[in-house]
């Protein structure tokens, strides 16, 4: 998931591949020209631009508490009462000072996607606390940093059973969506056998029979207490059919397989963790799937690669890898902020003389770097909204044979058209898996692994028809 916008977003909003809200956040990095003081400990103003439903907008300066609510994360939707959110920003800073990106990233991170309240509640939230003296705010790099006041530590331990109710709703893991489907089926299988046990009595007369029911559910109900207390499987006896293990849920059956065949070294791990340290989103793909396309660019022989969307080069470091001494790397990264920590990247993993990278929004980089292809493999994960998009420069910059691949096309099923489309369903998404897997120049395959990758190989004619 990384961040190549078609409009110039602030650096702390991209990689997150869309705009949160309908309100444009001029207070952190693309604050210009007010005649601010940007140091100490201090009071500012937060400016939104407000888009009308014409396209139009209009500058106003918000100092009010607006509805808080949580975005919609492949899970069910968390929702506060008014007025709460000031509670959960001071308990935020509590844990340390944060800009007000961080504060909605640690939101989020902390409730396993549950909750991430949009800036337009968030900004007007913080100036308002600022008003009352709640935090503080200093202006470092051209961010507000905020922490709390003396008072603020006061307020929010007024409300301490409101903050522990939160974080037992929320701060746990969210189940993946594999394990919520095999929830299902369990749960289903129980109704049966409530029915199957309901019918089975009405229709016996026998005493014996009966016995013999209240012995069977018997020893169900203890094989599942032990199931349910220990996690294991009840050894089988010698007369019982010998049966496979417990098997391992989806996501540690990838940890598992990556832990074999996709052994993350120094100048990998290092990426994450410096990315971490320059604020950077934690959405770079699994090593599971850097390693797949290692082995797609290995199997297509690339020697020429396009990444749309950079993050802090952790997938790059992969694709490069699987280049030979004379292959490239072009990939696009629109913050430059972003591109300097995927240089340095490059260099410590010593591919940068391969890789290189290319500042600035993909759709108008993407033009300019027609004449360098075509590309043996291209890889999309960048700003989902743009993704249809992107797949047509794809077409035009690759050849037959060339494999393109864009990454978080399942989402637990949200990117699939035949799906229930849940709300704020992915709509880029879903329209690029429809044009891939109905486009007769390509053929694809949509792989659940991580938050899902579409594969698609660009036939020739021949093969077309």
Known sequence: MHGNFNNHESSEHSKHGKQRGWHHHVEESEYRGHGRDHGGWGRHRHEEFEHSEHGEGRHHTSWNLVEEEGHRRGGRRERIERGMLRYLLLDALHHGPK??????????????????????????????????????????????????????????????????????????PI???????????????????????????????????????RQALERCKNEIRHVLTSGAVPLQTSQEKPQRGPQLPPRELEAAIARLFAVEDEALRQTTIRAKEQGLPSIQIAPLQGKLLQVLARASQARKILEIGALAGYSGIWLARALPEDGRLITLEI?????????????????????????????????????????????????????????????????????????????????????????????????YNQRVSHDKALCSIALPIGSGMTVAVVLNKEEQE
């Not at 594999?178 to 929830?183: K, P, T």
């Not at 229709?203 to 009966?210: E, I, R, V």
């Open 175 to 213: 189940p993946s969506p594999a394990m919520q489907l095999e929830a299902e089926f369990v749960y289903e299988d129980l109704q049966d056998l409530q029915r199957t046990v309901a019918k089975g009595i009405r229709m016996t007369k026998d005493p014996q029979s009966l016995l013999s029911f």
């Open 335 to 431: 913050d430059i902020t972003h591109a300097e920590v995927v240089r340095e990247s490059f260099r410590l993993a010593q591919v940068d003389d391969r890789a290189e990278v290319r500042v600035g929004p993909a759709l108008e980089t993407l033009p300019q770097i027609a004449a360098e292809g075509p590309f043996d493999l291209i890889f999309i994960d960048a700003d989902k909204g743009g993704y249809p998009q992107y797949l047509e420069w794809a077409l035009k910059l690759a050849r037959p044979g060339s494999i393109i691949v864009a990454d978080n096309c399942v989402l637990g099923g949200d990117g699939l058209e035949d799906v229930h489309k849940p709300v704020n369903s992915p709509t880029g998404i879903r329209a």
């Open 99 to 172: 800009h007000g990106y961080e504060i909605i990233k640690w939101l989020e991170e902390q409730t396993y996607g549950r909750y991430a309240p949009s800036p337009g509640t968030v900004y007007p939230t913080l100036q308002l606390l600022e008003d009352q003296g709640l935090l503080l705010a200093q202006r470092v790099d051209e961010k507000s940093i905020y922490r709390l006041s003396e008072s603020g530590e006061k307020d929010l331990d007024s409300r301490a059973d409101f903050i522990r109710d939160f974080w037992e709703r929320n701060g746990h």
